[in-house]
Every structure is written in structure tokens, then in C-alpha cells.
């Protein structure tokens, strides 16, 4: 079975392969490239509190680098499970049901229980090894990055889906879900086409979703003194302001209400300061840091839980077939 | 060393085993076959004639009823005895007795055709009570 | 005992089913579906397209579950056990090969799924039959690839080879050949096979055992021997015929104002009773399509087979 599972599936393997090494050779010499940049141009030592000239420029070269290869990585979150329940789940089933080779395979002396367990239980092994291997290069790649001075948020939409769980539990969800399609419409383009579909939904519906996974906490900001603000890695929820009744007011009004004492430069320390002497308070909702692997553990359940139902249905479908 | 080739007439009507039969039977009169010939193995005549083998084996061991061949086991299958189609005097006999048949057909006013058609379907008809 | 040709494994029963019936969306593709088939037979089984052949044949090597009744192989019920499996080959309507395969892999796919598969009969059978190993499943001919996939079939050495329309798309060239490879792979092998057909003409010579299935249900099922020696096809004057009738089963009746022609189940010996009646045999097909045309007339072996 083991060889049979490789023979029929390993263009999808080697392909895989090559573009994940594709990708790790990209990201190699680019995180090469940004260290030899760290290492030519160190940043001063409080660049985390303060906000000088040096550490901008040190800033917009890392940036530079990090954004010369991020806008290509930033498609993979939607396009690589896409791909992966396309080309590796859809398949699987549909072609045997098409070509009518489920009869050839299905009556050799192999149980069909022993068939998907090679086939589902091999491929989605692989396919979760593929994820975790994505995530584990884009990790060690933002690695590079991730200083005091340049502090990498995780939480950020571009790499939350590329590091850590989160690429094994999004591939593996949309192999399981290309094997169900494939079990049940049977055929290998209509489940090609659903699943990439589903795959786009779930992706832009779960977008934005993360700032869901927990009750946000609440920091709100009295002095212009900035010692205790929220860290650049959190996720901020939600930010507003409130007079000094404690009402939320959106920036316009604010604006209106302290044109007079503050002026209308909003950028300056001392309309801050004004602002904060007026009664006014900055509230954010954010989720720290530290949340980082419960909102993958979160979003890996969310994903697998209905893929795993949905593939259980397939699974039992395929074993005691009505049809 | 195998002697004949077996071959089937498929608009004959005629059961594919008697065909087999009556073709090894027709051999032996004949004298094509002579006793200690190799008959064709069972898998000879099937990839020959993509027939049945439990139908070959149905007429050797027909064959075999009559005495006519025996199969050792592992060697193959070989004539035991020939056929001699009767003595020449009973020839004369019978040919005389269907002379006169046909005189009396052609008094009864039946043409060659119906004659033909008569002895025909007697003949088959015998040949079914031999089978049954 | 003889040589060679000994009687094929006879004695076991190759296949069973018992009241089997298969549902599809509300409509029966088979029904009380009750049949024994001995072991070391070619089993033809005929009837129109949509009778319910497929279906059957697919329940029998355990590909679909049936909704009601039961099939057992050589006395094991039907099902996914390796066990099972490994007793039946099965060759689909459309012969499917994966066709990215070289023969090649073919057959190391069935060295891989099947204990005991032969891989010296497989490759002299492809060596006989001229198929290069290294080509593609996909650039053989129709009638190279329904070989390919007789072959991967018999070299599993089932007992119980079941094909589902075997010569269907094939060349009379072809599918004399596979008929040839069929039967010759019965002769050393003596497995027991099913084949369904709905063109009895290609069956005359191979089969040996008759089952007609019409509008999901079993009508006849026999040896062909016995079959074509207990009926004949009787003509005389109209005025026995209903005489004739009420004596003997009548399958097919045709009768004009002087003459009728009844084909009828006689039983063996001699089968007329009046000097008037003029018997002669049957041929295969005749007897098929004079059954195919009446569904209610039956002839099944067993009395404990018996319809409903």
C-alpha cells in the first residue's frame, strides 16, 4: 500500500517538496541578506522606548528587506491549503470513482478500511509534516527579523497562518475536506472546485476571526508618559477614546471638542498631553502576546473539528457505499 | 507427438463436446489416429479454439467411456483402440435395404429434396437418442 | 481415475445468494435474488441491459452492500476481509487500469495488494500475448489493456473470477482472444467463473452453466448441457397445441391458424407423446430470448430455490 500510495500521489509529493524548498532557499537568502543589514548597521540600544532618526533608518531597512519577499508569502496563507485539498484530498477519491478504478483496487486483497487508512492516514501525515515545515521556515525566517528594535508582531494576518500550528492544521483541514469532496460528488472537478471554494471562505471568514478567541484586555492610557503602553507584538482589538464623562467619542469629535485648547496638530506630544489634561483617556482592547500559541490551538480546532466530521461522513460513506 | 487438430463448425447445432466426438471418432475410423496417438491436452484444444475446457474434458472423457482413449495421469490423453466403420458385407446389406426406401419414396411421390430432408431428420433424431 | 481431464473442483459451491436484494433511491435493481452456483464452472449470466447483472456481480465480489439477503463465496459470506477478498478477482465493465501506469507497475500493484499473486504467470501471459512491460496502461489498445487487466485478474489466483461484460467495446478479434486467455487460464487454473453478457452468441462455446437474470430476479439457472437437452421446440397442428400446453411448460407460443410452434420445457428423453408433433433442439440464444421474453417462466434447479 505504501508503495502504491507513493506511485499514484507523488507529483503532488514532489511538487510540494520542491516549492517548499523553493520557498526555504527564498527566505534563506533573504533572512541572509537582512542579517548581513543588522549586522552592518546595529541598532541603538533603546530603539524599543524611544523614537530617534537612527532607529528609523534602522527600521525602514528591515522592512525593506522583510517586505521583499512578504507580499509573495503573503498569499500563501489562502493559496497553499487551497492547492493542497485541490490537488492532494480532491483527488484521491474522485479520480478512483471516475476512472472506475475504485472496482480494480477495491477488490484486491486489501480491506477498503486498510486502503484509506494508507491513503488518508499516509497523505494527511505528509500533508501535516508539509505544514509544519512551512511553518517551521517562515518561524526562522521572521526570526531573523524579531529583535527589541524591530519587534515582529505574530499576531499579524501575514504570518499567523504561516508560523507555528497554524500551516499544519490549515493544510491538513483542506486535505480532509478535498477527500470528502471527492468521496462524495465523485467527480474530480466539481470536488476540486468546491473545495477551493470552501477553502477561500473559510480563509476570508476566519480573516479577522482571531481577535474572537478571547475576551481582548483592557489598557487605557491617562498621561502622554508612554512607559506602560500595549506592546507592538499584541493584537489590538479595538482603540478609542472617552471624554472625560468616560463617553466613547471617535477622533472627529474629539477633534472638534479640543480644537480650541489643543489646536489641531494631533501628531505632536503636546496635543496629547492636552488631551490628557482635558479629561480625555485612550482605551484599547488587546490580546497580548503571551496568547499567541492558545489562538493557534484554537484556530487548529475550528478548522479540524468540522474537517474531521465532515471526513468521518466521507470515510463511512466510502466503507459501506449506497451506490 | 499430437496428430489432429480438432475443429468446431459453429452453425451445426450440434453440442460442442459431440463435435469433439464425433471428430476424434471420425479420425479413428479413418485410421488418422491409430493407437498410441496423443490426443491434444485439454489446454491445447482451449487456447486453439477458446472454448470451454470442461466441455474437452466432457468429450475425452466420453471418449474414455467408450474405451476409445485413456488419459495417464500427467502425460496426456492417448488412443487405445481404432474404429472399423463395420464389415463390407453389412455395407452391401444396408445399401441395398436403402435402395429400396428410396424406391418406395419415389412411388410415394417424393422428390430428392424430401427424401433428403426425411433421412436427414432421422438421422438427427437417432443421434439425440444416442445422446439421451 | 483419469488423467488430465478429470471433473473441475466440483462437489463445493462457488457461489450463494440467499433472498439478496439491492435497492437504489427507491427503485430494486435486484430482488429475492436466490441462486447456487457450483464451483469449477464459466457461469454465463444474460438478461437485458438494466436486468440487474452488474448489480448482482458487484454484490458478489463485495463492492456494494446488499439491502436485503446474502452472498457467500465458497461458503464465507461476502465482505471486506482480506481473507475474503483475496479468494475473488473481479474485472469491471470498462476493464479500469490505472492508466498513468506501465504494465509493468501494473502488475506490482498486484504483487503488492495480494498475497498470492503469481508474477511468473503473469508475465509469461503478457509475454505470450506480445506486451511490452514498459508501456504505458494508457497507449495500449483496447484489446492489450482488457488483457492487461484479465491478466492482473487471473494472477491473483482467485478461485472465483467475476467479470462484468467482458467483451463489451472489444474487436471480434479481441475478444476472441480474451475469450481464449479466459479459457485457457480456467484450464490451469480451474477457478470457478461468472461472466455477465448481454450477447448470448458470444457464451455458445465457453459457458457451461446458465443463469438468466431478468427485471432483477433469477429465471433460469442450470447447466447449459441440461438445459438445451430438456427443452425442445415442438411444431404441429394448432388444434394439440393447448393439449400439448397443459402436459408440458410452454415458454414461447406462436401459433398460426393451422400450425403452432411451442418451445417447451420436455424434459429429457423423448418428448412426444403424439406421432403429429415434430420435436427438434434449441440453440442457446433461442432459449435465452424465449425466456427473456416470458419473465414469469421460471426453471431453477433446487426446489428450496424456488421463487416467492
Known amino acids: 500500500m505504501l508503495w502504491l500510495t507513493w506511485r499514484q500521489h507523488r507529483m503532488q509529493l514532489l511538487v510540494t517538496v520542491a516549492l517548499l524548498a523553493v520557498l526555504g532557499a527564498l527566505l534563506l537568502v533573504n533572512g541572509l541578506g537582512a542579517a548581513g543589514f543588522d549586522a552592518r548597521n546595529p541598532p541603538p540600544a533603546d530603539c524599543a522606548s524611544d523614537y530617534r532618526a537612527a532607529c528609523a533608518g534602522y527600521t525602514a531597512g528591515m522592512m525593506e528587506w522583510m517586505w521583499a519577499v512578504g507580499d509573495v508569502v503573503g498569499w500563501l496563507p489562502l493559496l497553499a491549503p487551497a492547492m493542497i485539498g485541490a490537488f492532494w484530498g480532491a483527488p484521491l477519491l474522485a479520480r478512483e470513482f471516475e476512472h472506475g478504478t475504485d472496482q480494480l483496487t477495491w477488490t484486491q486483497s486489501v ?3 486498510r486502503w484509506l487508512i494508507a491513503k488518508v492516514g499516509g497523505l494527511g501525515a505528509a500533508v501535516t509534516l508539509g505544514g509544519l515545515a512551512l511553518g517551521a521556515i517562515v518561524g526562522a525566517w521572521l526570526a531573523v527579523f524579531d ?3 524591530f519587534p515582529v508582531n505574530f499576531f499579524n494576518t501575514n504570518w499567523f ?20 469532496a471527492g468521496a462524495l460528488i465523485r467527480r474530480t472537478l466539481p470536488a476540486m472546485a468546491v473545495t477551493l471554494a470552501v477553502c477561500a471562505l473559510a480563509f476570508f471568514g476566519l480573516l479577522s476571526a482571531p481577535r474572537l478567541y478571547a475576551t481582548p484586555e483592557r489598557f487605557v492610557q ?3 508618559a508612554g512607559s506602560d503602553l500595549v506592546p507592538d507584538t499584541a493584537m489590538v482589538v479595538e482603540s478609542y477614546w472617552t471624554d472625560r464623562n468616560g463617553m466613547k467619542r471617535t477622533s472627529d469629535d474629539r477633534q472638534l471638542a479640543l480644537a480650541v485648547p489643543c489646536g489641531i496638530d494631533e501628531t505632536t506630544k503636546a496635543y496629547a498631553a492636552c488631551s490628557f489634561d482635558h479629561g480625555y483617556r485612550q482605551v484599547q482592547l488587546f490580546h497580548p502576546a503571551s496568547r499567541f500559541w492558545r489562538f493557534q490551538w484554537m484556530e487548529a480546532g475550528i478548522l479540524l473539528l468540522p474537517a474531521f466530521a465532515l471526513g468521518g461522513v466521507a470515510v463511512r460513506r466510502t466503507l459501506r457505499p449506497r451506490i | 507427438m499430437v496428430v489432429i487438430n480438432l475443429r468446431l463448425d459453429p452453425g451445426s447445432g450440434v453440442a460442442t463436446y459431440l463435435q469433439l466426438v464425433h471428430q476424434v471418432k471420425q479420425a479413428l475410423r479413418l485410421g488418422v489416429l491409430m493407437p498410441g496417438d496423443q490426443l491434444p491436452t485439454i489446454k491445447e484444444v482451449v487456447a486453439d479454439l477458446a472454448i470451454n475446457p470442461n466441455t474437452v474434458a466432457k468429450a475425452y472423457r466420453e471418449l474414455e ?8 495421469p500427467g502425460l496426456g490423453t492417448f488412443v487405445q483402440r481404432s474404429l472399423g466403420g463395420g464389415v463390407t458385407a453389412d455395407h452391401t446389406a444396408h445399401r441395398r435395404d436403402l435402395a429400396r426406401w428410396v424406391r ?6 417424393l422428390d430428392h429434396e424430401d427424401m433428403q430432408a426425411l433421412f436427414t431428420s432421422v438421422l438427427t433424431d437417432s443421434l439425440r437418442e444416442d445422446i439421451a | 481415475m483419469t488423467g488430465e481431464f478429470t471433473a473441475p473442483l466440483q462437489g463445493g459451491t462457488a457461489l450463494e445468494a440467499t433472498g439478496l436484494a439491492k435497492r437504489y433511491r427507491g427503485t430494486w435493481a435486484l430482488r429475492d435474488c436466490s441462486l447456487s452456483i457450483p464451483a469449477g464452472r464459466v457461469v454465463a449470466l444474460v438478461g437485458p441491459n438494466g436486468a440487474g447483472k452488474s448489480t448482482f456481480l458487484r454484490l458478489a465480489v463485495g463492492l456494494i452492500e446488499a439491502t436485503q439477503g446474502s452472498v457467500r463465496v465458497f461458503g464465507e459470506p461476502v465482505g471486506q476481509r482480506a481473507a475474503a477478498l483475496a479468494r475473488v478477482a473481479f474485472l469491471a465493465q470498462d476493464k479500469p487500469l490505472y492508466d498513468g501506469f506501465t504494465v509493468a507497475e501494473m502488475l506490482r500493484f498486484g504483487r503488492r495488494l495480494n498475497p498470492g499473486w503469481d508474477d511468473a504467470l503473469a508475465r509469461q501471459r503478457l509475454a505470450e500475448l506480445d506486451i511490452p512491460l514498459r508501456r504505458k496502461v494508457g497507449r495500449l489498445s483496447g484489446g492489450q489493456q482488457a488483457q492487461v487487466a484479465l491478466t492482473v485478474a487471473v494472477a491473483k489466483r482467485p478461485d472465483l473470477l467475476v467479470m462484468d461484460e467482458p467483451l463489451a467495446n472489444l474487436d471480434p478479434v479481441a475478444r476472441h482472444d480474451i475469450m481464449r486467455s479466459l479459457m485457457t487460464a480456467v484450464a490451469e487454473t480451474r477457478m470457478t467463473v461468472v461472466l455477465s453478457s448481454h450477447v448470448v452468441s458470444d457464451l455458445n462455446d465457453t459457458c457451461d452453466w446458465l443463469v438468466v437474470l431478468n427485471r432483477g430476479q433469477v429465471q433460469v439457472s442450470g447447466e447449459i448441457d441440461e438445459l438445451l437437452s430438456t427443452h425442445h421446440l415442438l411444431s404441429g397442428p394448432v388444434g394439440l397445441a393447448d393439449g400439448m400446453a397443459a402436459r408440458t411448460p410452454v415458454i414461447s407460443d406462436s401459433r398460426t391458424e393451422r400450425h403452432a410452434a411451442l418451445l417447451a420445457r420436455t424434459g429429457t428423453g423423448a418428448p412426444l407423446l403424439d406421432p403429429r408433433w415434430e420435436a427438434r433442439g434449441v440453440g442457446l440464444e433461442e432459449l435465452v430470448l424465449a425466456y427473456l421474453r416470458r419473465p414469469d417462466a421460471a426453471v431453477l434447479p433446487r426446489p428450496t430455490l424456488t421463487r416467492s
Open chain 1, 161 to 180: 497562518r504561516l508560523v507555528g500550528i497554524g500551516p499544519a492544521a490549515w493544510w491538513l483541514s483542506a486535505f480532509v475536506l478535498g477527500v470528502a
Open chain 1, 147 to 149: 529583535s527589541s528594535a
Open chain 1, 222 to 224: 491617562t498621561t502622554a
Open chain 1, 111 to 113: 480491506t477498503r478500511r
Open chain 2, 65 to 72: 467411456r467408450e474405451g476409445l482413449v485413456a488419459g495417464r
Open chain 2, 104 to 109: 418406395g419414396c419415389r412411388e410415394a411421390g
